[in-house]
């Protein structure tokens, strides 16, 4: 029953309730540091709406995997909400652990999306934020690390527009009086 209570149906790792327990913990503990990472699933809505929500649990659970391969060996993972998920590392290594984590990270996701090829390419934005235990307040740091991880969604939109801007209308020239105005600067 515990098992049930503590870990999510869909994907295999652990859930929100776990992660609550684990909140708890670190409030008990007078000294040590901490590594959260939030992430979430980018596109989700599109994958769901597009291709039905058998496609979109897919997605979820690949990227499940993808943040168990890269930080279950340093850390907790778990599934906190539909397409969100938080990583937990602790110890005074944690911070070394997070960038060897978020190496492995960004190289699976890429993995996955050149030896799968989804429908729509498996991306998360993530946020980091450090936590000192002796704060007794873990709400701060993790809502540091959800602020980090929205400007990243941001600037992940952003970089994905410009792309497809450039990659569609890379060919189209401008007109002859921008050539000019670009070369007299």
Do not use: W
Not at 11 to 28: D, M, P, S, V, Y
Not at 30 to 41: E, L, M, P, T
Not at 100 to 109: D, I, R, S, V, Y
Request: overall charge neutral.
């Amino acid at each position: 029953m515990e098992k049930l209570a503590m870990e999510d149906a869909l994907t295999g790792i652990k859930n929100r309730n776990a992660f609550t327990g684990c909140e708890k913990k670190l409030l008990e503990k007078d000294s040590g540091s901490c590594v959260f990472v939030h992430f979430d699933v980018n596109r989700l809505k599109k994958v769901n709406d597009t291709y039905g929500h058998a496609e979109g649990d897919k997605h979820i659970k690949a990227a499940a995997n993808v943040l168990k391969n890269s930080f279950g060996e340093y850390g907790e993972c778990f599934r906190i909400g539909g397409d969100e998920f938080f990583v937990i590392l602790e110890g005074r290594k944690c911070r070394e652990e997070y960038e060897n984590g978020l190496k492995k990270f960004l190289n699976l996701q890429e993995d996955y999306n050149n030896s799968e090829k989804p429908p729509v390419p498996l991306e998360m934005a993530y946020g980091m934020a450090e936590y000192d235990c002796s704060m007794k307040n873990p709400e701060a740091a993790e809502s540091l690390a959800d602020s980090r991880m929205y400007e990243k969604k941001k600037l992940m939109k952003a970089n994905s527009l410009k792309k497809n801007i450039n990659g569609n209308f890379g060919d189209i020239k401008p007109p002859e009086f921008i050539r000019t105005i670009k070369k007299a600067e």
